[in-house]
């Protein structure tokens, strides 16, 4: 999530300095200096109802521009071949629609994208706004991307637009991200905004989730009969600012220097292409606008030693044991190639297993004595079919009393559990609020469930308020709070009390995943305001599996329609009578829970007397201590490991580019001379691995 305040500081600073930083990013990202050429075609041009003041297809201005019928589907094809042979490798077809209307005219549309598609070129359209549905026939005919621009900031919108809102906007970007196919979303310059309105456009850009894999940057093309015909033309140095703050925010994204190009003089665009643009328009006409000509662009490429995107090779040419090899060695290169290497043996402080119930004696006996009884090891199937044993219920309802909810049921993990929760409790109509740090198994339910989804600044309270105003439930809508009680990556807690208190006040259902928090904090049991509490048994509890706490009629709902419980087989009952001896020890000894939180705070105070900063709460067993740099935060690790001291870099994408962390947790078990000790050799790791080579 990036803030306004982050991206006013990068987008104000020296320009010499910002493109500098945007070029490195460029070159750490898209190492082999290469341009795409996209070619655009009006399919449709001309007529359109509504109101964009900068364009020439609009029907209320009196333009040059000639309205037209849709075009024949050999001429588009004709054209996306001269598009191939000129070198351009994905093709764009623009119509002059305030949305898509089911019919031949869209039917014809289809199969030009499947004609397009077939030529290996990538295909993109912009069409206006599209329902889910009409975004799923797209893809379905092949298409990569779809563009549809937010145009400028939420805030100077209405002055520009009036005839459909933002928010329609942000719709058709939803479905056209809920179908697969990738988002092609940008803006216009040079329309009368002012700095701080290209700063809030390129946030609302940046903060999508996941942002758009391509993001055009058009400088106004000012069309005789529109409102905005008399603007004065851009400076060049504000789109280079924009460019490299574009390619700063968002490092992988294709950021495309579009409309505007023949205002521009050569060396600005050497400028534009050094501060992070990666692909043009080509052909001597964009829609309806002239463009510069193609013998001058390949040119100008060939001047500035950049290469032309190579055309695609058709999908199945490269075997998928070249391409994944393919992936692993860029991983490589950026320091990011995950390894499952074995525990080096040394002081553990990286593992989640915070009060040591993962080899405790009594755990282990419990286990011991319920094999001897004759608990099975297998559980034979799913828990509808023949899998339901004993020592499930008898988990779950010890589990709810401890609690304090009315019923609990048992998953095969925590991913199953937050997936199963939030697709069986949220329907698509529904709207869920996100905090912008939860969890890769939240988000991914989020994405499964369909529904509309708003993520909100991490823990911000205030925000999330605001949010929540903005969003009204419609008809019969619900709507759903969904955040992490503790943070894994961060380690700071949710105020849950404050968050019931605003969840309540503004109708709003929550859901807690207390995966860090369970057994370490007291957690929330609020039946009125809490739709339900889920509890990944991997962390304190040291196990497997999971436990969702929630109202009897919750409970027996997810058992009716939750698909990953449903359709899981159910875990081995041995590692229900496991869950049952942790609960049982985490219960009879709160001093465990009590120990971890005091070796924090120690831990914390230690790492301040080295220098050092870590996040989270001040008791919270979860010490991230950020180093950016995803090589550094590994050599570091390293480092710890040869001197006895299991700590773990976390890369992205766990975490956000840039903020590369080490994560240190504590342990019941560990003496507070080991934590000196860590701190003591962390400091001495951290400045080492920080000095240039
Ligand atoms: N009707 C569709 C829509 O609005 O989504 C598709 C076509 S529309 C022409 C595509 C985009 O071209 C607009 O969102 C706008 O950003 C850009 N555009 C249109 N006229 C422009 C102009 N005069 N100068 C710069 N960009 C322009
Ligand atoms: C985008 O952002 N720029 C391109 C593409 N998406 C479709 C369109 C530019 C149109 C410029 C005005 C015209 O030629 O009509
Ligand atoms: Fe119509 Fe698109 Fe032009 Fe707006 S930008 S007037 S919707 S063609």
């Known amino acids: 999530m990036w803030e306004i305040s982050e991206i006013g500081r990068i987008y104000r600073q020296p320009l010499l300095a910002l493109v500098e930083q945007a070029h490195e990013t460029h070159v750490h990202h898209h190492p082999n200096a290469e341009v795409q050429l996209c070619h655009l075609l009006s399919i449709k041009t001309g007529g359109c109802p509504e109101d964009c003041a900068y364009c020439p297809q609009s029907a209320r201005y009196s333009t040059d521009v000639e309205a037209g019928k849709l075009l024949a589907n050999e001429e588009v094809l004709t054209a996306a071949q001269r598009a191939k042979e000129g070198g351009s490798t994905r093709f764009c077809m623009g119509a002059a629609w305030r949305q898509v209307k089911e019919g031949p005219e869209f039917d014809r549309v289809l199969d030009m994208v499947s004609g397009v598609a077939s030529l290996g070129l990538e295909v993109c359209c912009t069409l206006g706004m599209i329902t889910a549905t009409q975004a799923q026939k797209l893809a379905a005919a092949g298409l990569t991307a779809y563009n549809h621009n937010l145009d400028t900031s939420p805030e100077f919108y209405g002055q520009i637009i009036t005839t459909r809102t933002y928010e329609d906007r942000l719709q058709t970007l939803e479905n056209v991200r809920s179908a697969g196919i990738s988002v092609c979303c940008g803006g216009i310059l040079g329309m009368g905004e002012g700095e701080s309105d290209r700063i809030r456009l390129l946030a609302t850009l940046a903060n999508l989730n996941p942002p758009p894999e391509s993001v055009p940057i058009n400088a106004l093309v000012p069309v005789a009969g529109t409102p905005l015909a008399d603007r004065p033309a851009l400076n060049a140095f504000e789109f280079v600012r924009a460019i490299a703050t574009a390619r700063i925010l968002m490092p992988s994204t294709k950021v495309r220097l579009s409309a505007g190009r023949l205002g521009l003089s050569d060396e600005a665009q050497a400028l534009c292409f050094y501060a992070g643009a990666n692909s043009i328009f080509v052909g001597d006409r964009l829609l309806t606008t002239p463009n510069p000509d193609l013998d001058h662009d390949h040119e100008l490429l060939a001047t500035l030693g950049l290469n032309r995107e190579p055309s695609h090779a058709p999908a199945a040419a490269v075997p998928i044991e070249q391409a994944c090899a393919a992936a692993l060695a860029q991983a490589d290169r950026r320091g990011l190639r995950r390894e499952l290497a074995p525990a080096a043996g040394g002081e553990d402080f990286c593992s989640n297993d915070y009060l040591g119930l993962a080899t405790h004696p009594a755990v282990r006996a419990a286990l011991a004595e319920a094999m001897a009884a004759g608990v099975p090891h297998g559980s034979t199937g799913a828990r509808l079919v023949s899998g339901n044993q004993a020592q499930f219920s008898l988990l779950e309802s010890e589990f709810a009393a401890w609690r304090g909810s009315e019923s609990a ?188 939180r005091q070796l924090a705070r120690k831990a914390r105070g230690k790492l301040r007397e080295h220098g050092l900063r870590a996040l989270g709460a001040e008791d919270s067993p979860i010490l991230p201590v950020i180093v950016g740099d995803d090589c550094t935060s590994l050599r570091v690790a390293d480092a710890m490991r040869r001197e006895g001291f299991e700590v773990r870099a976390i890369r992205s994408p766990t975490v956000p580019e840039g903020s590369a962390r080490l994560r240190l947790t504590m342990h019941a078990w560990q003496s507070e001379a080991a934590v000196e000790r860590l701190a003591a050799q962390f400091g001495r790791c951290l400045s080492e691995a920080s000095q240039p080579a």
């Open 409 to 596: 049921l048992f998953y095969s993990s925590g991913y199953a559990a937050n997936v199963g929760v939030l697709t069986a409790l949220i329907r698509a109509q529904d709207i869920a609020f996100s905090d912008a740090l939860n969890h890769a198994s939240l988000i991914d339910g989020l994405r499964l469930a369909g529904c509309r989804k708003v993520v909100v600044p991490h823990l911000d309270l205030n925000a999330l308020e605001t949010t929540f105003r903005r969003h009204p439930a419609m008809g019969d809508q619900r709507r759903f709070f969904v955040v992490e009680s503790l943070f894994s990556m961060d380690g700071d807690r949710a105020p849950l009390a404050d968050i019931v208190a605003l969840c309540r006040r503004n109708g709003v259902s929550l859901i807690v995943d207390e995966a860090h928090a369970t057994a370490i904090y007291p957690g929330v049991v609020v039946p009125d305001v809490v739709a339900a509490t889920i509890h990944p048994c991997g962390k304190a509890l040291g196990a497997s599996g999971a436990l969702v706490a929630a109202s009897s009629v919750v409970c027996e709902y997810l058992v009716n329609h939750s698909r990953s419980f449903i359709y899981s087989t159910a875990p081995s009952p041995l590692l229900a009578a496991q869950l049952r001896a942790a609960l049982r020890v985490a219960r009879q000894k709160p001093e465990l829970a009590e120990r971890v």
